[in-house]
């Protein structure tokens, strides 16, 4: 719901990405930042949901809950998933990026 409400996955913008652009254009250039910077937004919500979802399983530990088992693996899913995202925003990729 995330995503979709973000408009990160919305076709035009991805055929837009996919189209030839030219990073030197101002215009680009702006949209591009914006896009990192709304990718970067969702990243650290997914973050968010794993910390809530980490604390309900702490918190449930004391008390057996079906769901539990799925839970975890949801959230051992998402860590794994995150840690190398966020990777990409490291200040050695940042540097990568403004050279382009």
């Known amino acids: 719901t995330i995503l979709d ?7 035009q913008l ?4 996919m189209s030839e652009l ?3 254009d101002p215009d680009n250039h702006c949209c591009l930042k914006e896009i990192d910077a709304m990718q ?9 949901l794993g910390w809530n979802l980490k604390s309900l399983l702490e918190s ?5 809950d079906p769901a539990t088992p799925e839970l975890s693996l949801y959230y051992e899913r ?10 990409l925003y ?11």
């Open 40 to 48: 970067y937004e969702l990243l650290w919500l997914a973050k968010r």
């Open 22 to 24: 030219i990073p030197s």
């Open 60 to 64: 449930t530990a004391s008390k057996p």
């Open 90 to 100: 490291s200040p050695v990729a940042e540097q990568l990026l403004e050279q382009d």
């Open 78 to 87: 998402l860590i794994v998933q995150l840690n190398p995202a966020f990777a």
């Open 5 to 11: 409400n973000s408009g990160i996955g919305d076709r």
């Open 14 to 17: 991805n055929d837009w990405l």
